[in-house]
């Protein structure tokens, strides 16, 4: 019998590792053994008890995740073999509904695993052959678990404008170096736009990013505050991946014309000037979840594979995972944090 240790957030800052049930497989489901899960903003505002959209108590955290099939049943063993690499959706849709037609992200029945259905922090999960996908077995597999905050940003940039205009962007600037903002980056490294600007206020982040010594790549220390963006040319791309109100507004004031603003980070009400935006011709695009993104996503991981393994900057083994979110977790610095569940 496998073991099925799982982590539970069972209120704000109570989190328990657990033995939990295991039921019969469906027939179009497999059985995973989970190897890595990545921790994302949203884990850690549940612990915390700041998490706003959508959710509940107790929950088996975790929605960025890789692991091995054990077992398939009937139906899914038509697609599926038993040591398949694979990760899955975090937006689990009912595929059904007028919206799934449009964009699963925004299914009207949606659940979100580790949110406000059980995750894949625990040894063993059963998920509907639907939601997952394949993945190449590179000679290290954790850097798959970051697939999902990939797909975010694949999701928001290269499926939501055309590669014609995408190779056309002179000069891209991505705001915040975080997870996401480092994601985005890796998305736009295919079309070989001439300039792409990060910008941060954290230095220990942006070296990070200067590290992968990518030649049209440039990093600068800001908080927005100052002039020194206004000196150049403009933008015809702005990713806003810092959700912040003082980074949406300055994108519009940064922006070419006719230029294009992507929004990833999670924006509060922000005060932009919508007469700027109009006089400029500016396209400010939203983007949520990222199902619709993980085919490419996976690529892209096979392609960047060493400098994407870069951002896991601590591996906890799942064992300690406890005393780490009680300890640790407040005063982290870290890009991405894995739950080693081996």
Not at 139 to 159: K, T
Not at 196 to 201: G, Q
Not at 241 to 259: H, I
């Amino acid at each position: 019998m496998l073991e099925n240790n799982g982590l539970v957030i069972e209120s704000p800052g109570e989190l328990k590792l657990i033995n939990l049930p295991l039921r019969k497989l469906e027939t179009d489901e497999v059985l995973v053994r989970v190897k890595y899960v990545a921790l994302c903003g949203s884990d850690i505002k549940l612990y915390l008890g700041s998490y706003t959209a959508p959710h509940k108590y107790p929950i088996v955290i975790g929605h960025e995740w890789v692991g091995e099939i054990v077992q398939v049943a009937a139906q899914s063993a038509q697609n599926w073999n038993i040591g398949d690499v694979i990760t899955g959706d975090c937006s689990i849709f009912c595929g059904s509904c007028s919206y799934c037609g449009i964009n699963k992200n925004h299914c009207l029945d949606i659940e979100k695993k580790g949110i406000s259905r059980d995750g894949a922090c625990c040894q063993t999960i059963i998920v509907n052959e639907r939601h997952i996908y394949n993945c190449p077995k590179l000679p290290d597999i954790r850097v798959l678990a970051l697939a999902e905050p990939l797909a975010v940003a694949v999701q928001g940039i290269i499926n939501r404008i055309s590669e014609e205009d995408l190779r056309q962007v002179k000069s891209a600037l991505i705001i915040g170096s975080g997870g996401i903002g480092v994601m985005a980056l890796f998305s736009l490294l295919e079309f070989q736009m001439p300039k792409i600007t990060i910008v941060d206020r954290e230095k220990e982040k942006l070296s990070l990013v200067s590290s992968f010594g990518y030649s049209n790549v440039t990093t600068l220390e800001t908080d927005l505050s100052d002039n020194t963006l206004n000196s150049g040319e403009g933008f015809d791309l702005i990713i806003e991946a810092a959700g912040s109100n003082t980074a949406l507004k300055r994108a519009v004031e940064l922006a070419n014309p006719c230029g294009k603003i992507v929004c990833l980070g999670h924006q509060k009400i922000t005060e932009i000037d919508f007469g700027l935006v109009m006089k400029k011709s500016l396209s400010i695009l939203g983007s949520m979840g990222s199902t619709g993104g993980f085919e490419k996503a996976i690529k892209i991981i096979e392609n960047n594979y060493v400098n994407i393994s870069k951002l896991i900057t601590r591996i906890v083994p799942l064992e300690k995972a406890e005393g780490y979110f009680k300890t640790q977790l407040k005063s982290s610095k870290d890009i991405k944090v894995l739950i080693d569940l081996k």
